[in-house]
């Protein structure tokens, strides 16, 4: 079929009083098509008359495609049960000119930033093989919007400590940020409202004061608007987990962090230029980073277990034994776990990222096996025999030494004995005792006993 040019070329030209023959050796068409256009004065190409095989089934077609819940297969297996003779193909032909079942198509957006005016970040779960075993993990990425350059990490949940976290490495990573973040309404940035509405959790909100930005949210349904970092996702995912295995989540996020590098200073065909050669020109209007920037925590509050042990997000850090019971303040951070008991005692663990119950003991937390535990500060019962009886704090040394009993429990019963029974009868017993070289204290108590028998009892004295 000629098209509309070419009808109008012979149209114009038989007007000029060229011959039909002469037309079609030019225009390289046989001499009944010029025949016809010149019979018809029309470019317009004439319909051609052709029946649908569908159009006497369009009614059944209707019923069936709602029925069938939009699958074109299961109308024309129905159709074809039916009685009717038509192949697949034809139905579905049918089926797109007549718009059944089909939306109309929208056009793609285009957005143009300028330099430093915005970076997109959001998420995305994918699997992956770490460690020879599968993981899900979150991929968290971050763009700017004119250069293109990406920083993506992988993290195995993603809360507001891990958003500030990966915010944090990707400002650094930029050496800079935009005055704008754009998010796609995640509960993790958002407190209430979408899109223009958007109202920020105050935490995040005061997050992106301190870099200077503000978050921003997308209208629900409009992808286009964060195209720039929804794109990245399909080519980390056929790209760099292609075929990778990694150790740990160091080695992965490590690895990640020289990939970024590596494809940021090559050629994209999509934007026909190098992402790093456009960060050239984007890096001056970014803004800088403050002079001092704060290393991210999440702060707990926990009780030290019997065992010794600190649990957060169920793995286990040890601390010393001496803070068995005391309330402790943990800061987790990337890489660390600080326990801070007091003013001046701390201990520092190397975080496990996985919540995977496992116990984390550092070898001077746990005494020599037969040495025991070398206290150095004195107990609180010791501390209350100074003040009460400071005259035996000779026996009381010598007790803890030499005496078989638990040393605490002793300290107790020495301390009651004291509250309970006259002072005088207890120095005096406790003086013999000590000059005996008797740390008994069960036997020193029955000393005790003797000397206030007369004062306190009626003895029968044929017992006496």
């Given at each position: 079929m000629l098209s509309q040019n070419q009808r109008a070329v012979i149209l114009d030209l038989h007007r000029k009083g060229v011959g039909k023959r002469q037309i079609a050796r030019a225009l390289r068409v046989s001499r009944t098509a010029v025949k016809k256009v010149i019979r018809s004065q029309s470019i317009v190409p004439p319909l051609i008359p052709r029946a649908e095989k569908a159009e006497p089934y369009r009614q059944e077609i209707l019923e069936l495609y709602a029925r069938c819940e939009g699958n074109l297969v299961r109308v024309h297996e129905e159709l074809l049960a039916a009685g009717a003779s038509l192949s697949y193909q034809a139905l579905t032909a049918f089926c797109r000119r007549q718009g059944i079942g089909q939306k109309a198509k929208q056009p793609a957006g285009q957005y143009d930033f300028a330099p430093g005016q915005e970076m997109q970040h959001d998420t995305s779960p994918h699997k992956l093989k770490m460690g020879g075993q599968q993981h899900a993990v979150q991929i968290a990425s971050a763009v700017l919007c004119?250069?293109?350059?990406?920083?993506?990490?992988?993290?195995?949940?993603?809360?507001?400590?891990?958003?500030?976290?990966?915010?944090?490495?990707?400002?650094?990573?930029?050496?800079?940020?935009?005055?704008?973040?754009?998010?796609?309404?995640?509960?993790?940035?958002?407190?209430?409202?979408?899109?223009?509405?958007?109202?920020?959790?105050?935490?995040?909100?005061?997050?992106?004061?301190?870099?200077?930005?503000?978050?921003?949210?997308?209208?629900?349904?409009?992808?286009?608007?964060?195209?720039?970092?929804?794109?990245?996702?399909?080519?980390?995912?056929?790209?760099?987990?292609?075929?990778?295995?990694?150790a740990d989540w160091k080695d992965l996020n490590q690895q990640a962090h020289d990939w970024c590098d590596r494809v940021n200073r090559t050629y994209k065909k999509h934007i026909r230029a190098i992402p790093w050669n456009l960060f050239a020109t984007e890096r001056p209007h970014l803004k800088p980073l403050p002079i001092w920037v704060p290393e991210v925590y999440r702060l707990h509050h926990r009780i030290v277990d019997v065992e010794g042990y600190v649990a957060v997000q169920t793995n286990r850090y040890s601390v010393p034994v001496a803070w068995i019971g005391r309330q402790v303040e943990v800061r987790e951070s990337k890489d660390k776990i600080e326990i801070q008991c007091g003013l001046r005692e701390s201990v520092c663990h190397d975080r496990v990222i996985d919540a995977i119950a496992k116990r984390i003991t550092l070898p001077e937390h746990r005494p020599v096996r037969g040495k025991g535990i070398n206290r150095t500060d004195p107990r609180p019962e010791e501390k209350t025999l100074e003040q009460v009886v400071p005259e035996i704090a000779g026996y009381v040394a010598a007790v803890k030494k030499c005496g078989r009993r638990y040393i605490t429990l002793a300290l107790r019963q020495l301390l009651r004995m004291a509250r309970e029974y006259p002072r005088e009868a207890f120095l005096s017993a406790v003086a013999e005792a000590a000059h005996y070289g008797l740390y008994d204290l069960d036997r020193l108590e029955r000393m005790i006993l003797r000397r206030i028998a007369s004062d306190y009892f009626q003895l029968d004295p044929k017992n006496k």
């Open positions: 004119y250069s293109r350059i990406l920083f993506f990490q992988f993290y195995p949940t993603f809360q507001r400590f891990d958003c500030k976290v990966f915010l944090t490495e990707a400002l650094k990573y930029f050496n800079g940020g935009c005055g704008i973040t754009m998010i796609d309404n995640t509960s993790v940035v958002v407190l209430r409202g979408t899109g223009a509405n958007m109202i920020p959790v105050p935490e995040m909100a005061a997050f992106a004061e301190r870099y200077d930005f503000e978050f921003h949210a997308h209208k629900i349904g409009d992808a286009n608007r964060s195209g720039r970092v929804e794109r990245p996702f399909t080519f980390i995912q056929k790209n760099f987990l292609a075929g990778r295995e990694f």
